[in-house]
């Protein structure tokens, strides 16, 4: 395959950029001659990021639950770089008391979870149509497929978005705008690390026990995606699941262990 191709001077606007897993993907695109802007609310880590990969990078303040930011958002893009071919639903939240989530968690879930995303989308139409190659990539999770104790806003809104790419990828193929989620597993990031309070061994461990390839992804590997959806060599791919996941999305109930085996076993056991 060699090297991706239909990337080099395109244009491209990561939600969430600023951090752990999106600023991943912001370096990945960079890297690959993409002119990327880095939407998020924290201006201090926005732009050290842009000052870090300097020409082709852009900071710009936004929160994707106003619509005058994503206004200005689309704006300052085509302003600064002159159109948009990309856009990469990064940006979350996650505010999620499982069954005690008030009426103010599940809408704050939603506004920035799938809506901020999909009005971005919108906004931006006009210049995907323009584009040659257009291709947004939206964020869903592992947890869209599977349920998990005590989790019902996260969950819920991943689930949403996969079905979001699913019915833009349907109406954009007009245009020729592919349209794909990419679902993280469980990866190193800010969260997690934290979580973890930084023992990335210990993280490695656990995420074994979910991961058959043993350990958390990485959040270059999860951007490796991205650019690889966004690039020409995905030119056939749209309305398209990719789980960068590790194997968990294969992991049934019996996980590692052979239920025949166990069963027998156990058999063997009771018989004394």
């Known amino acids: 395959m060699g090297e991706l191709r239909g990337l080099a001077g395109k244009v491209a606007i990561v939600t969430g950029g600023a951090d752990s ?68 639903t990064v940006a ?29 989308v919108q906004k931006a139409l006009p210049y995907l149509k323009q584009s040659e190659g257009a291709s947004v990539v939206n964020f869903g999770s592992i947890s869209a497929r599977i349920s998990q104790a005590q989790r019902w806003t996260y969950p819920v ?48 461990e656990l995420a074994a026990v979910y991961q058959p390839l043993g350990r958390l992804a990485e959040a270059e590997e999860v951007a490796d995606a991205v650019v690889f959806l966004c690039s020409d060599n995905a030119s056939f791919i749209t309305g ?15 996980a590692r262990l052979s239920c025949m085996q166990v069963m027998g076993e156990a058999a063997a056991a009771a018989a004394g």
């Open 21 to 88: 897993i999106g600023a991943a993907v912001v370096r990945g695109l960079h890297g690959a001659g993409v002119k990327t802007v880095i939407a998020a609310r924290s201006a201090d880590k926005g732009e050290a990021i842009a000052a870090e990969l300097g020409e082709g990078a852009l900071y710009h303040r936004t929160d994707i639950g106003r619509d005058e930011d994503l206004d200005s958002l689309v704006n300052t893009t085509v302003e600064v770089f002159g159109g948009i071919d990309f856009i990469i």
């Open 92 to 120: 979350c939240v996650y505010d999620d008391a499982g069954a005690e989530s008030t009426r103010e968690q599940w809408h704050n879930s939603f506004n920035i979870n799938v809506i901020g995303g999909a009005l971005l």
């Open 157 to 204: 809104t991943k689930a949403a978005i996969h079905q979001l790419t699913r019915s833009q990828a349907l109406d954009l193929a007009e245009f020729g705008i592919r349209v794909n989620t990419v679902a993280a597993g469980i990866t190193w990031s800010v969260p997690v690390a934290g979580l973890m309070q930084g023992n990335r061994q210990l993280a490695d």
């Open 240 to 254: 398209a699941d990719l789980p960068v996941v590790g194997g968990y999305s294969a992991l049934g109930p019996e």
